[in-house]
Antibody, heavy 123, light 109 residues
Framework: QVQLQESGPGLVKPSQTLSLTCTVS??????????WSWIRQHPGKGLEWIGY???????YYNPSLKSRVTISVDTSKNQFSLKLSSVTAADTAVYYC???????????????WGQGTLVTVSS | SYVLTQPPSVSVAPGQTARITCGGN??????VHWYQQKPGQAPVLVVY???DRPSGIPERFSGSNSGNTATLTISRVEAGDEADYYC????????????FGTGTKVTVL
């Protein structure tokens, strides 16, 4: 059973960089076949996809966040990470990491999720 | 970008059937996936590829997709089904690959 766990500061000051790490257990990121993603949820709102990474380091980001987002992978630690720069109060949200699975019609979905971590942007 | 529209809320009595719709332009040509999210918890995949269920998800959860509407059906609703439900598609035609619906709050009366 694959498990994902987010970790990182719960409070970030405005204009600083939000940094989170997702540790994967029960499966190896470097085995391939899956993308690894970050998704966020503003308080009381819906889900917003941030971006994904493959074990090779290949990434793709939500165009609305692309200028501020960096996702990286550390296969030796079976982890992948999110950095979001120049944060404002609008970046306050619960951040989830998730595994991307390719469906039978080559359409992707998220089959395993971390429990989520609340990040508040405030001085 | 592609837009998925869900009703904000659906109310259902225990034992009855809840139907949650997800509207999108020619959504029938895409695979639709559904997630259940209970308060304070992460989303859980309940249906993928329109109508398949992950292991551990009760048969009471089923899905269909045709034309401009996909539907998640919950049969014999239980109190524990009370949650927010989100549909999701993968839209390769836009820069935003992964699109989520607006979410539907299912209330068990």
């Amino acid at each position: 059973q694959v498990q994902l766990q987010e970790s990182g500061p719960g409070l970030v000051k405005p204009s600083q960089t939000l940094s989170l790490t997702c540790t994967v257990s029960g499966g190896s990121i470097s085995s391939g076949g899956y993308y690894w993603s970050w998704i966020r949820q503003h308080p009381g709102k819906g889900l917003e996809w941030i971006g994904y990474i493959y074990y090779s380091g290949s990434t793709y980001y939500n165009p609305s966040l692309k200028s501020r987002v960096t996702i990286s992978v550390d296969t030796s630690k079976n982890q992948f990470s999110l950095k979001l720069s120049s944060v404002t109060a609008a970046d306050t949200a619960v951040y989830y990491c998730a595994r991307v699975c390719r469906g039978s019609s080559s359409d992707d979905y998220f089959d395993y999720w971390g429990q989520g971590t609340l990040v508040t942007v405030s001085s | 970008s592609y837009v998925l529209t869900q009703p904000p809320s659906v109310s259902v009595a225990p034992g009855q059937t809840a139907r949650i719709t997800c509207g999108g332009n020619n959504i029938g040509s895409k695979s639709v996936h559904w997630y259940q999210q209970k308060p304070g918890q992460a989303p859980v995949l309940v249906v993928y590829d329109d109508s398949d269920r992950p292991s551990g998800i009760p048969e009471r959860f089923s899905g269909s997709n045709s034309g401009n509407t996909a539907t998640l059906t919950i049969s014999r609703v239980e109190a524990g089904d009370e949650a927010d439900y989100y549909c999701q598609v993968w839209d390769s035609s836009s820069d935003l690959f992964y699109v989520f619906g607006t979410g539907t709050k299912v209330t068990v009366l």
